[in-house]
């Protein structure tokens, strides 16, 4: 077990809605990363919060929009769900911004009806 | 072009086999890279960082090479609990982003 840990596990919604996706880091990690992963696909890289701010963003419209909090833990929030926003959706701590070894939580599955 | 591609196997093997994978990139200014395995509905889970001199890992070996703009894996001696899907990731320092291969199934037969 990596110490991070996600919520919730699976999440049903419909098109138009919001949703907010939680994430709290391993111990000691200052930096959090979000990822979709569509089946089939890998992970595509959303954005990484450093110390409460974006620090580095995907391909992702604007509707994608995170927080990350003092204790480090972090939100996804996606508004105006698409069908094609269903995926899995994985946080990742590090120790630190920028390179370094990620540690993945078991991520929440969306399914946007 | 994607940045990362890998050819999506599936690669079936059997027990105590050699296989190898390839990764290439598009951006030559990537500078870190790494291999990540996947479990299936699990979370990847670092691999092994790859290394400009080629790094070993127990049965595992990575290899970078920057002038063709490819990474590779090479697994000798498969195990069963080899199987999984293995994602190739590229890091680009100047934007902090991190570009994920759509990944390589491997299936380790007895």
């Known amino acids: 077990e990596t110490g991070v840990t996600q919520s919730p596990t699976h999440l049903i919604k419909t098109r138009g809605q919001q949703v907010t996706l939680r994430c709290s880091s391993q111990?000691?990690?200052?930096?959090v990363s979000w990822y979709q992963q569509a089946l089939g696909q890998g992970p595509q890289f959303i954005f990484q919060?450093?110390?409460?701010?974006?620090?580095g963003r995907g391909n992702f419209p604007p509707r994608f929009s995170g927080l990350q909090f003092p204790n480090y833990s972090s939100e996804l929030n996606v508004n105006a769900l698409e069908l094609d926003d269903s995926a899995l959706y994985l946080c990742?701590?590090?120790?630190?911004?920028?390179?370094?070894?990620?540690?993945f939580g078991p991520g929440t599955r969306l399914l946007v009806l | 072009r994607k940045e990362v591609e890998q050819d999506p196997g599936p690669f079936n093997v059997p027990e105590g086999a050699t296989v190898a994978f390839n990764c290439t990139y598009s951006n030559s200014a990537s500078q870190s890279f790494f291999w990540y395995r996947q479990d299936c509905r699990k979370e990847p889970k670092l691999l092994m960082s790859v290394y400009s001199s080629g790094n070993e890992d127990g049965r595992f070996t990575a290899q970078l090479n920057r002038a063709s703009q490819y990474i590779s894996l090479l697994i000798r001696d498969s195990k069963l609990s080899d199987s999984a899907t293995y994602l190739c990731?590229?890091?680009?320092?100047?934007?902090?982003?991190?570009?994920f291969g759509s990944g390589t199934k491997l299936n380790v037969k007895p």
């Open positions: 919060y450093y110390r409460e701010e974006e620090n």
């Open positions: 111990s000691g990690h200052n930096t």
């Open positions: 990731v590229v890091y680009e320092g100047n934007f902090n982003k991190f570009y």
């Open positions: 990742a701590s590090s120790a630190r911004q920028g390179v370094e070894t990620q540690y």
